[in-house]
């Protein structure tokens, strides 16, 4: 168990919903990458937040969006559901900062989400 | 878009045996990192190993990494029928954002 806890587990929404997913991190870490995962392929980087910023951006379009708390929790947003967001969504913390001190993260157990 | 690609796809072998794993990446790293995936769910760190190292070993998984060819190899000596996952490779950005790029993975069965 790595103290990294995501919700919900599953998800299911139609085309054109939107839908938030939560994360909170391992204690003592503030910093929080989300990935997206599709069904047979390696995770996808969407973007990282630290101290409530965003830090980077992976080629994701702007209907992704994300926040971080002062606790350092994260949330992800998806507007404007496509079939194709259908993926398991992970986030991932670590003690991070803005030089980029690429260690190594620690991965929540993922959303499912599914898109119909 | 995936930094590379890991080779192979997927690998059976018998407990006992070894596994390698071999991973190959585009662009300039500061970190090269493998996690394993059980059944889609979370990934779970396994060994980190920076541009400067050639070598690094944890229990019985050896990784190396070869920067001038881009590549890294995972070996999981002794394999166990726990050891049945999805493995992959990760290099960490040389920029301001420490994402992960992650390769496409390779399943690994291990049969009793």
């Known amino acids: 168990e790595t103290g990294v806890t995501q919700s919900p587990t599953h998800l299911i929404k139609t085309r054109g919903q939107q839908v938030t997913l939560r994360c909170s991190s391992q204690?003592?870490?503030?910093?929080v990458s989300w990935y997206q995962q599709a069904l047979g392929q390696g995770p996808q980087f969407i973007f990282q937040?630290?101290?409530?910023?965003?830090?980077g951006r992976g080629n994701f379009p702007p209907r992704f969006s994300g926040l971080q708390f002062p606790n350092y929790s994260s949330e992800l947003n998806v507007n404007a559901l496509e079939l194709d967001d259908s993926a398991l969504y992970l986030c991932?913390?670590?003690?991070?900062?803005?030089?980029?001190?690429?260690?190594?993260?620690?991965f929540g157990p993922g959303t499912r989400l599914t898109v119909t | 878009s995936q930094q590379g690609e890991e080779d192979p796809q997927a690998l059976s072998i018998q407990e006992g045996e070894n596994a390698t794993m071999n991973c190959s990446y585009k662009?300039?790293?500061?970190?090269l990192q493998w996690y394993r995936q059980n059944s889609g769910r979370g990934l779970v760190h396994l060994i980190l190993?920076?541009?400067?190292?050639r070598e690094k070993h944890s229990g019985r998984l050896r990784v190396t990494l070869d920067t001038s060819k881009k590549s890294s190899s995972l070996l999981i000596t002794a394999s166990r029928a726990a050891d049945t996952a999805s493995y992959f490779c990760?290099?960490?950005?040389?920029?301001?954002?420490?994402?992960?790029?992650f390769g496409t993975g390779t399943r690994l069965q291990v049969t009793l």
């Open positions: 190993i920076r541009s400067n190292e």
């Open positions: 204690s003592g870490h503030n910093t």
């Open positions: 990760a290099t960490g950005d040389t920029g301001t954002a420490s994402k992960l790029t």
């Open positions: 937040y630290y101290r409530e910023e965003e830090n």
């Open positions: 991932a913390s670590s003690l991070g900062g803005l030089a980029g001190a690429s260690g190594e993260q620690y």
């Open positions: 662009t300039s790293i500061n970190n």
